[in-house]
């Protein structure tokens, strides 16, 4: 029975709380945290990791005045326990129900929708520069973000350019991974720092501070005054920051709360910026969780089990097409020996553990880094080397500048793989990948491929590997049909025609090519005979069958999923205008000029008409309009 959190409406509830009330409250979180995971999958061990951490802050600051940016904010499920959606949290990330990440429109102390790693440095900064200069300077402005995100660029940019702010925190939760085990030398500076005593820098005057505070935590407290080791630590420790104006304090246990509160007190009377190192666990409290954190980050549905630990709830079969590019990506890298691959920090997302183990030599994981990424890829690529490019399509929008200016305008064959193309379901809007059909086709050079099925993925990594110029392939994060047909083998520009039809052309673009022809099944029952075109292309276009279908067909109806503006459809009406040719038959079908929410994939798929019985009706309505002439658009 959950004694605290039913009644907590409000973060200024914990501000007089002793330090065993708020224990027991990060006891509740964790219960409650461990329900969820039995009917859903939800972010887990990160969450975990953060619980004490959350609790200190609320308790300490008052964050509808202060100000506070959770980075990569999939560790918010703590913050909204605790700020009065505790009765709606059984619902997270649900169609209706509460957002995975911070979400502005849930509540007050979600600031900003942040879902991409390392901006929290900035945005925060930004926060405390515009109370300045609107004249609110008693307010603190805190910024916490993981190890895993810290090497990314925009990080030091913008404490580059923190000098001198005062009430400005940023708090390094460290806990020695991203999603998998972090990489690089800023990785081994980390793990140097966590192997420290305690370190003030030698600043006498932050001692100082600190032993005005009472002592609320542990006497282990009083390694600070040890001037020989903390001497000992300067050598090593925190010089980084240092010189970046940031006086860095640390590293400190994350999850003592007695000593949590002690610091941000101590931070409160603090000149200029400060960077407050804390060591937490991922899955802290989970023994499960905390063991295989990279498991955990997002683990399917499961059932706890006094003996056997945690079962995992039964799914549904079918392999993803992450696998299938796993597999097709291992293949190429078998046969030929200048192929790479490269991921930032989702080796465990695109499922590239084998291929990192069987070829340690040519995989290289950067880190949350993307743009460097790409720019890397394109150093390898004037050397010879042939490499993939496998990150998230939300993610790969980072190196928007290196796709121009390192790959595209030299026209360098790097190939982009672009995992959970399309709507990426309860992950919401700031994962949802739909707007890389028109961020990629707008670049001259670059090829944009969509597979139809999981057979035309392996062809097409084939066909890019072979091509002189940059290729993109997109796939979702879906199980890959497999359409029983003759393969036509994966050409420049050409188009595969699945079946013909009197009264109608389907042309999809990417995995829905199975839903399309279910629908055109569906139609022939009621006498509506509509043919199929697997486009495969977005770019370059096969002209030639299209344009014969947008002459000779009463409709047509492209489906894609993505963002209508600008994307396959939009190229199609493109084509058809430089060639004069009537389009007021054409309907596209893909996703409006909107952010779409969160929810279960079927259900947002149901919503945007981008399923058999969805794209069957829009069919239906275009085959009535074109026997009576008529177009009627919803």
């Not at 990569?72 to 009765?87: C, D, E, S, V």
């Not at 610091?263 to 899955?283: A, D, N």
Request: proline letters at 5%.
């Amino acid at each position: 029975m959950l004694q605290y959190l039913p009644e907590i409406e409000s973060p200024k509830q914990l501000h007089g709380m002793s330090s065993g009330d708020l224990k027991k409250v990060a006891a509740e979180i964790r219960e409650v945290l461990c329900d969820l995971l039995s009917n859903r999958t939800a972010h887990f061990a990160s969450n975990l990791g953060v619980v004490e951490l959350c609790l200190a802050l609320h308790s300490e600051f008052d964050f509808l005045d202060d100000r506070l940016i959770w980075d990569t904010g999939h560790q918010i499920y703590p913050q909204k326990l605790i700020t009065g959606r505790f009765k709606e949290f059984e619902r997270i990330r649900t169609r209706g129900g509460l957002m995975g990440y911070p979400n502005p429109n849930e509540s007050d102390y979600d600031l900003f929708m942040t879902g991409h790693a390392g901006c929290s440095v900035s945005t925060a900064l930004g926060l405390r520069s515009g109370d300045n200069l609107m004249g609110k300077t008693s307010n603190h402005s805190v910024a916490v973000i993981g190890d895993g995100a810290f090497p990314s660029g925009i990080v030091y940019e913008a404490m580059n350019n923190a000098k001198d702010m005062s009430k400005f925190m940023v708090i390094l939760n460290d806990n020695e991974m991203s999603i998998c085990p972090r990489v690089g030398g800023l990785a081994h500076y980390m793990d140097r720092l966590r192997a420290n005593p305690f370190y003030t820098g030698l600043k006498t005057q932050v001692v100082d501070l600190l032993n005005k505070v009472p002592l609320l935590g542990d006497p282990v407290e009083r390694l600070l005054a040890q001037v020989k080791e903390a001497a000992k630590a300067g050598f090593n420790g925190g010089m980084l920051f240092e010189e970046l104006g940031f006086k860095y304090i640390g590293p400190i246990d994350g999850h003592n709360i007695p000593i949590l509160k002690k610091y941000f007190r101590m931070v409160r009377e603090t000149q200029g910026p400060v960077l407050l190192h804390v060591i937490t666990r991922k899955g802290h409290g989970f023994q499960p969780a905390a063991s295989d954190p990279v498991y955990f980050h997002t683990p399917p549905a499961f059932e706890r089990d006094e003996e056997e630990g945690v079962v995992p709830k039964p799914s549904s079969g079918g392999t993803p097409y992450t696998n299938h590019a796993r597999d097709a990506i291992s293949f190429q890298m078998e046969k030929n020996e200048r192929v790479v691959v490269l991921t930032a920090a989702m080796c465990q997302g695109n499922k590239l553990e084998p291929v990192r183990e069987k070829y340690p030599d040519r995989f290289f994981d950067t880190g949350i880094c993307e743009s460097h990424t790409v720019a890397f890829a394109a150093g390898q690529c004037k050397a010879g080397l042939r490499p993939i490019v496998d990150i998230y399509s939300t993610f790969l929008q980072r190196s928007y500048d290196q796709i121009f200016q390192e790959v595209c305008l030299q026209d360098l064959p790097v190939t982009f793989l672009m995992d959970r193309s399309g709507l990426t379901a309860a992950d919401g809007p700031t994962h949802h990948g739909t707007f890389d059909i028109g961020y990629m086709r707008i670049f001259p050079n670059m090829v944009v491929m969509a597979p139809g099925d999981a057979n035309d993925l392996g062809a097409m990594l084939d066909f890019a590997l072979e091509h002189d110029s940059p290729c993109s392939i997109r796939y979702p994060k879906d199980t890959a049909a497999l359409m029983t047909r003759e393969l036509q083998p994966v050409e420049l520009g050409k188009s595969e025609m699945i079946s013909t039809g009197r009264d109608g052309t389907i042309v999809s673009f990417g995995s829905h090519l199975d839903s399309c022809q279910n629908a055109a099944n569906e139609l022939k029952q009621e006498g509506i005979e509509v043919g199929v075109i697997n486009a495969r292309f977005c770019k370059p276009l096969d002209e030639e069958t299209f344009i014969a279908a947008i002459k000779d067909s009463p409709f047509v109806v492209t489906v894609e999923e993505g963002m209508l503006m600008g994307g396959f459809g939009s190229a199609v009406l493109e084509m058809a205008n430089e060639h004069r040719l009537n389009t007021s038959h054409i309907r596209r079908l893909g996703v409006p000029d909107e952010f779409v929410q969160h929810g279960d994939r079927q259900e947002l798929l149901d919503e945007l008409n981008l399923t058999p019985k969805g794209i069957a009706k829009i069919c239906r309505e275009m085959s009535a309009a074109s026997g009576v002439g008529e177009f009627q658009y919803e």
